[in-house]
């Protein structure tokens, strides 16, 4: 997977890839460069065999102040409607690499996390934050829906409909004790253990069964649209599946020598 990307950082270890928006200085907004370049290294994802799990860092002190008031806003008050099509899409074509990229994505959120910001957030599996993560969906404080990229879908599943519904609405921020109690976020850290944690979590992942990770994930986003009986179905054939890589007979011949299964992800 490469790590010579442009419009952010990425960091490449162990098979762990941490990935951040690199202009602390005004709280890491996103650009129409930034927004292109992570959307195409999501969907790169899918094929790296060098990644296994994706910490998607802050900077700074702070995770993102959302679209970049000067390169995005400004510029989208100028274009006709196929432009703005254009540019929606390709930010909801975002989330959905996210979503889709067969590897755990972890988001580790200190301080300013608002507009997109909070929708990077919303699209990772798991989300750690410090006591000064202030998480705000602020579509309508510019005079736009609280419909962005994927809001109304995804936040009511993770919060429930009447909390996702207040924060659309009205654009406050959540705070980072209520992130928690309402489950958006996972736990909460300090902030000088926050890149450990996400680190840890990470490596504890990382040391599991890689392809039946990816299976949870697929599963976790395709059974949205199903009935019961069909995930139920689903996951008998997805579990069929994982019953013939080999690390489920590696976890098999560990349990009867005793010993913990060393996972190589096949």
Request: hydrophobic share 45%; proline share 3%.
């Amino acid at each position: 997977m490469r790590s010579d990307v442009k419009h952010f950082q990425c960091e490449i270890k162990d098979r762990i890839a941490t990935v951040r928006l690199d202009r602390p200085d005004r709280k890491n907004p996103l650009t129409f460069d930034s927004y292109a370049e992570l959307r195409d290294w999501f969907r790169d994802l899918v094929y790296a065999d060098d990644v296994d799990v994706v910490i998607f860092g802050s900077n700074g002190g702070n995770f993102s102040s959302g679209g970049d008031v000067h390169d995005i806003i400004g510029p989208l008050t100028r274009m006709n409607m196929k432009e703005l099509l254009r540019f929606t899409r390709m930010t909801g074509d975002l989330v959905k690499a996210i979503v889709n990229c067969g590897k755990p994505v972890i988001a580790a959120v200190d301080g300013v996390c608002v507009g997109a910001g909070a929708i990077i957030a919303m699209a990772s599996d798991l989300r750690l934050a410090t006591a000064e993560a202030k998480t705000a969906f602020l579509f309508t404080r510019v005079g736009l829906a609280g419909c962005d990229m994927g809001a109304c879908a995804i936040l009511p599943r993770i919060i429930g409909q009447t909390r996702a519904a207040e924060l659309l609405y009205t654009g406050r921020a959540m705070s980072a004790e209520e992130g928690e109690r309402w489950g958006f976020y996972n736990r909460l850290v300090t902030g000088e253990t926050l890149e450990n944690e996400a680190l840890k979590l990470a490596r504890k992942i990382q040391a599991g069964p890689n392809f039946a990770h990816m299976m949870t994930k697929t599963m976790l986003a395709q059974e949205w649209a199903m009935s019961i009986e069909q995930a139920i179905e689903a996951e008998a054939q997805a579990q069929a599946i994982c019953m013939q890589t080999g690390d489920f007979e590696r976890a098999y011949n560990a349990f009867v020598a005793k010993e913990r299964p060393v996972f190589e992800g096949d």
